[in-house]
Structure formats: structure tokens, C-alpha cells
């Protein structure tokens, strides 16, 4: 079995910072992408940041210079630092990971529950 948690969320005035935390666990042989989507209240889940295991990084057009997605491989931990946050950030964020468990062939998308992100105005 695998598990994401996440944690780190939480209600934030607007222009302010949460950093968000998720750690997979479980029978994980490697974990190739990982990275946060979200969902508004009405809206399809949309890509917010991903990151390799290269290091190599991609984020949103809306979040571009606010948030930055770091991973800790030792751990098997992603990170979500956000910064200058508006109301139109409010969403439940889902942890991802795409990785290979233990007696598995292929990599398979994995997911957190997700955590509610507030900012009010």
C-alpha cells in the first residue's frame, strides 16, 4: 500500500504564504514526478507545479513567481511554498506522484486527500 499526505494548509489573508508538505509512504521501489493540483469550488482540478526527480520544474501561468515546488527524494517529500496569495487561490490542493511500487511493473499515479487552502480578501 502507498499513502500522500499532505498538510500545511489552512485559512491566510491575501499577500500572505503557506507552505504546503506531502510525504508518500508505503511499498515505494522509486517515485518518478510528483507535484500539487487543486481544486476551486466549481471548477476542474487544474496543474499547479510538478517536479521530477531531475529537479526539473513546472508551474502554472497563475502562479508563476508566487509558488515554488521543491522535493526532498531522501524523504519522499514535496513541497509547496506559496507566497503573495490572492482569494482566487482558494481551493483544496492534492498532492501527486507518479511512482513504481514495490512488485509493480509500471510507474501509477498516486494521490493525497487533499488539503483545504482559504485566503480570504
Known amino acids: 500500500q502507498v499513502q500522500l499526505v499532505e498538510s500545511g494548509g489552512g485559512l491566510v489573508q491575501a499577500v500572505g504564504s503557506l507552505r504546503l508538505s506531502c510525504a508518500a509512504s508505503?511499498?515505494?521501489?522509486?517515485?518518478?514526478?510528483m507535484g500539487w493540483y487543486r481544486r476551486a469550488p466549481g471548477k476542474q482540478r487544474e496543474l499547479v507545479a510538478t517536479?521530477?526527480?531531475?529537479?526539473?520544474?513546472n508551474y502554472a501561468d497563475f502562479v508563476k513567481g508566487r509558488f515554488t515546488i521543491s522535493r526532498d527524494s531522501a524523504k519522499n517529500t514535496v513541497y509547496l511554498q506559496m507566497n503573495v496569495l490572492k482569494p482566487e487561490d482558494t481551493a483544496v490542493y492534492y498532492c501527486?506522484?507518479?511512482?513504481?511500487?514495490?512488485?509493480?511493473?509500471?510507474?501509477?499515479?498516486?494521490w493525497g486527500q487533499g488539503t483545504q487552502v482559504t485566503v480570504s480578501s
Open positions: 501527486y506522484a507518479l511512482l513504481k511500487a514495490r512488485d509493480t511493473g509500471i510507474p501509477l499515479p498516486y
Open positions: 517536479i521530477t526527480t531531475g529537479i526539473t520544474t
Open positions: 508505503g511499498r515505494i521501489y522509486s517515485i518518478n514526478t
